[in-house]
């Protein structure tokens, strides 16, 4: 009892911060608190945004940068990334708001938390590499698209219409907009997404995210446009509160919190994965950060916070400011902490317009045109992937949309496995036979060699060109070369040697490996492919075995190749 105990305990101090982590925020503390100081002013009007369009408001957003970004840089497995709400989480919010509320979203939350730090405990953090690079971009594509198309109504100033479909919800919002429209908002939105994608373009170190939110909201006071700002925001976090927790509702909930945590550990690893290609010689702990990441969704709605992830854009800037440590990260968080005490009324007077012309530009980003054509231009298969993956982000939802890609590509990976499964006729050594006595052998034996799986995928195909054999007397299965064997190959090798045995054709093999020995005995093969009792190691011996065979039933003169060896 003792042992399984120890065990937890250690695995459970692999998941915490180590006095390395603490050693490390003490090595560059300046180039830490100024990359923190960089991504805090790119990350608050994300938080602000994302928090709008999650249903939440942009308190929501503010509180989920600050504590789930402390909490996961802290305990996280990366020591550069940078977490908090993301628009990927977001297009999973907002059904769930729609059909549970604020309620049922904070709920959720606490749900996800705790899978992702029963997933860190089974040691799930290495699965991440299975996920293939035409799912991963066809989920950002799909994700960028959606972010995009949630912010029509804010950046046409028209009220969000009713609905959790995207489509449905950005051409009701241009329907509204085309029948009464007011120019505010577009040239707000428009303006601000032009200044960040132009200015990030020419001058990328500039937070222009940051510099064209300020003067949005300087025109929009100075020039009374009307432009609907976000509205009052609390002057600090709420108190912790458990208050919004029904255990009535926790059944119901189990679908949409599974979908939550399975988007965070897929998006947070991602973004671990992609701060590890951008510098040299680090490399994150997958359950670390999914135990840490669990930590931060466990802990950010009880102060009112939405479901966080780790953040793909804020963590590249973490980086490419210099970010040597979690010091940066913690740092982000306590800037956007001293904002949400100190400047609330002030974050209150940006316009919707303005936060949605953010979130568009960072659609735009989002999208990186050189790798689509990549994957478009490497394989069929690549691009239809994608394109799948992509479509179904923006029909159906996030988690199908990856469950889907993954299907596809497990099923086109199988097809292209299966292709490798080849049946090939070999000729008969000669050995030290006459012409006269080969041809004679040759005439009532065929031998074949099976290279590849010999699996499920490829079984059928297999059967069909066994049992198409000729008129032979002796069919010699060359087995050395087959690379694995489930129950269904074994299956259908067992039926065909059955048909062939009923046409009269006796079927050895040889060269069977220890591991298809067992699958082949297991439903009955192995008896079948035994000819007196015997196993054949070598073809050699089975040409010998089918030889004496042909001799017995009188096909062959009993002194052919009497006393003579065949070579294989």
């Given at each position: 009892m003792s042992v399984p105990l120890n065990q937890a305990a250690a695995r459970l101090t692999a998941l915490l911060p180590s006095r390395a982590d603490l050693a490390a925020m003490g090595r560059s503390p300046r180039r830490d608190l100024l990359a923190g100081l960089t991504v805090a002013i790119v990350a608050l009007p994300l938080a602000l945004g994302f928090g709008v369009s999650s249903g939440l408001g942009a308190e929501a957003g503010l509180a989920t940068a600050v504590v789930a970004g402390a909490l996961a840089a802290l305990f996280g497995g990366s020591?550069?990334?940078?977490?908090?709400?993301?628009?990927?989480?977001?297009?999973?919010?907002?059904?769930?708001?729609?059909?549970?509320?604020?309620?049922?979203?904070?709920?959720?939350g606490l749900m996800a938390g705790v899978m992702l730090m029963a997933l860190a405990v089974l040691r799930a953090g290495?699965?991440?590499?299975?996920?293939?690079?035409?799912?991963?971009?066809?989920?950002?594509?799909?994700i960028a698209c959606v972010i995009g198309l949630q912010q029509v109504p804010h950046a046409l100033g028209v009220p969000a219409p009713d609905g959790d479909r995207v489509l449905v919800v950005a051409w009701r919002a241009a329907a509204e907009f085309a029948g009464n429209p007011d120019w505010t908002a577009v040239g707000l939105a428009v303006s601000v997404?032009?200044?960040?994608?132009?200015?990030?373009?020419?001058?990328?170190?500039?937070?222009?995210?940051l510099v064209a939110v300020v003067a949005a909201t300087v025109v929009a006071q100075v020039a009374d446009l009307?432009?609907?700002?976000?509205?009052?925001?609390?002057?600090?976090?709420?108190?912790?509160?458990?208050?919004?927790?029904?255990?009535?509702?926790?059944?119901?909930?189990?679908?949409?919190?599974?979908?939550?945590?399975?988007?965070?550990?897929?998006?947070?690893?991602?973004?671990?994965?992609?701060?590890?290609?951008?510098?040299?010689?680090?490399?994150?702990?997958?359950?670390?950060?999914?135990?840490?990441?669990?930590?931060?969704?466990?802990?950010a709605p009880l102060f009112g916070g939405v479901p966080a992830t780790g953040a793909i854009a804020r963590?590249?800037?973490?980086?490419?400011?210099?970010?040597?440590?979690?010091?940066?990260?913690?740092?982000?968080?306590?800037?956007?902490?001293?904002?949400?005490?100190?400047?609330?009324?002030?974050?209150?007077?940006?316009?919707?317009?303005?936060?949605?012309?953010?979130?568009?530009?960072?659609?735009?980003?989002?999208?990186?045109?050189?790798?689509?054509?990549?994957?478009?231009?490497?394989?069929?298969?690549?691009?239809?992937?994608?394109?799948l993956t992509a479509v179904a982000t923006l029909a159906l939802d996030l988690v199908y949309a990856v469950i889907i890609g993954l299907a596809v590509a497990g099923a086109l990976a199988l097809r292209a496995v299966a292709k490798q499964a080849r049946l090939d006729r070999v000729p008969l050594d000669r050995g030290d036979h006459s012409a006269e006595e080969h041809a004679l052998l040759a005439e009532h034996i065929v031998a074949y060699r099976i290279d590849g799986p010999l699996f499920f995928a490829a079984a059928h195909r297999f059967l069909l060109e066994?049992?198409?054999?000729?008129?032979?007397?002796?069919?010699?299965?060359?087995?050395?070369?087959?690379?694995?064997?489930?129950?269904?190959?074994?299956?259908v090798l067992k039926d065909a040697v059955e048909r062939l045995t009923r046409r009269g054709i006796l079927v050895l093999a040889s060269g069977i490996r220890p591991g298809q020995r067992r699958v082949l005995d297991s439903v009955g093969a192995l008896e079948l492919l035994r000819h007196d009792g015997r196993e054949y190691a070598s073809t050699p011996e089975a040409i010998r075995a089918a030889r004496h065979h042909l001799e017995t039933a009188g096909i062959l003169p009993a002194d052919t190749g009497q006393g003579r060896t065949v070579r294989g």
């Open positions: 020591d550069l990334q940078v977490s908090g709400p993301t628009g990927a989480m977001t297009v999973v919010l907002v059904p769930i708001v729609g059909e549970y509320g604020t309620t049922g979203v904070l709920t959720v290495s699965c991440m590499r299975y996920v293939p690079a035409p799912v991963v971009e066809g989920f950002t594509l799909g997404a032009v200044i960040m994608l132009v200015g990030a373009r020419l001058w990328p170190t500039v937070p222009f995210s009307d432009a609907a700002p976000i509205g009052d925001l609390p002057s600090g976090l709420p108190a912790p509160s458990l208050g919004f927790l029904d255990p009535g509702a926790l059944g119901s909930l189990l679908a949409p919190a599974v979908a939550v945590a399975a988007l965070a550990a897929l998006e947070s690893l991602l973004s671990a994965s992609v701060a590890d290609g951008m510098t040299v010689g680090r490399r994150h702990d997958p359950d670390r950060e999914l135990f840490g990441q669990g930590l931060a969704n466990l802990a963590t590249a800037v973490n980086v490419r400011t210099g970010a040597g440590s979690r010091l940066a990260a913690l740092t982000h968080a306590a800037i956007l902490a001293v904002i949400v005490f100190a400047a609330a009324p002030l974050v209150a007077r940006i316009p919707l317009a303005a936060l949605a012309g953010v979130l568009l530009a960072t659609a735009v980003r989002m999208v990186e045109v050189g790798s689509l054509r990549a994957m478009a231009r490497a394989t069929r298969s690549d691009a239809l992937i994608l394109v066994l049992t198409e054999v000729a008129d032979v007397r002796v069919v010699i299965l060359r087995m050395s070369r087959v690379s694995t064997m489930d129950a269904t190959g074994a299956l």
